[in-house]
T-cell receptor, first 113, second 113 residues
Framework: GNSVTQMEGPVTLSEEAFLTINCTYT??????LFWYVQYPGEGLQLLLK?????DKGSNKGFEATYRKETTSFHLEKGSVQVSDSAVYFC????????????FGTGTQLKVEL | DAGITQSPRYKITETGRQVTLMCHQT?????MFWYRQDLGHGLRLIYY???????DKGEVPDGYVVSRSKTENFPLTLESATRSQTSVYFC????????????FGPGTRLTVL
């Protein structure tokens, strides 16, 4: 079946550090891939997405590249800020699955001064 | 107000009681979804709907009932609440294109005593 695996959290970084949150997936066909972010007390909001292999999604300094050969969609940011503290979810939308998303378990990021 | 809203935002109920969580979206999105968020599980799909009068089960549908008589509304009912249904519930909506994102409501925190 379809599944998403994310690195365990929490991840604690100092401000301006480099961030990587790993995400790998299992799916048939050619899924679309998403990163969502959830700030404390809020719902999820889309951070970035990629719909085909080798696409790079980017937003607010975050990037992720759809790597079909390694079935990965790792999230990166060159210099994190305290305001990036949140929970990050990787998700896939599989081919033929309508609009259903399969989510990873989420990775909490804490950025300290 | 444009967007997706949920009500109530917080609810405390007792075991065995019926509870209905409301979801309303103003975009006329064809798809709507209900998820529950629990620590260690990420988001799990309860039910979804591809259009008015069309609903289908997700990953964890037991104990829940949905209906969708109008495109903009998608209520979720717990017919006889149990403690294991204590969770944060998110409603989402989206269009049907390959890269179309889901838009999430602010969530309802439900406690079953």
């Amino acid at each position: 079946g379809n599944s998403v695996t994310q690195m365990e959290g929490p991840v604690t970084l100092s401000e301006e550090a480099f961030l990587t949150i790993n995400c790998t997936y299992t799916a048939t066909g050619y899924p679309s891939l998403f990163w969502y972010v959830q700030y404390p007390g809020e719902g999820l909001q889309l951070l970035l997405k990629a719909t085909k292999a080798d696409d790079k999604g980017s937003n607010k300094g975050f990037e992720a590249t759809y790597r079909k050969e390694t079935t990965s969609f790792h999230l990166e940011k060159g210099s994190v800020q305290v305001s990036d503290s949140a929970v990050y979810f990787c998700a896939l939308r599989f081919t033929g699955g309508g609009n259903k998303l399969t989510f990873g378990t989420g990775t909490q990021l804490k950025v300290e001064l | 107000d444009a967007g997706i809203t949920q009500s109530p935002r917080y609810k405390i109920t007792e075991t065995g009681r019926q509870v209905t969580l409301m979801c309303h979206q103003t975009w006329s999105h064809s798809y709507m979804f209900w998820y529950r968020q629990d620590l260690g599980h990420g988001l799990r799909l309860i039910y979804y709907s591809a259009a008015a009068d069309i609903t289908d089960k997700g990953e964890v549908p037991d104990g829940y009932v949905v209906s969708r008589s109008k495109t903009e509304n998608f209520p979720l009912t717990l017919e006889s609440a149990t403690r294991s249904q204590t969770s944060v519930y998110f409603c989402a909506s989206g269009a049907s294109g390959k890269g179309d994102e889901q838009f999430f409501g602010p969530g309802t925190r439900l406690t079953v005593l």
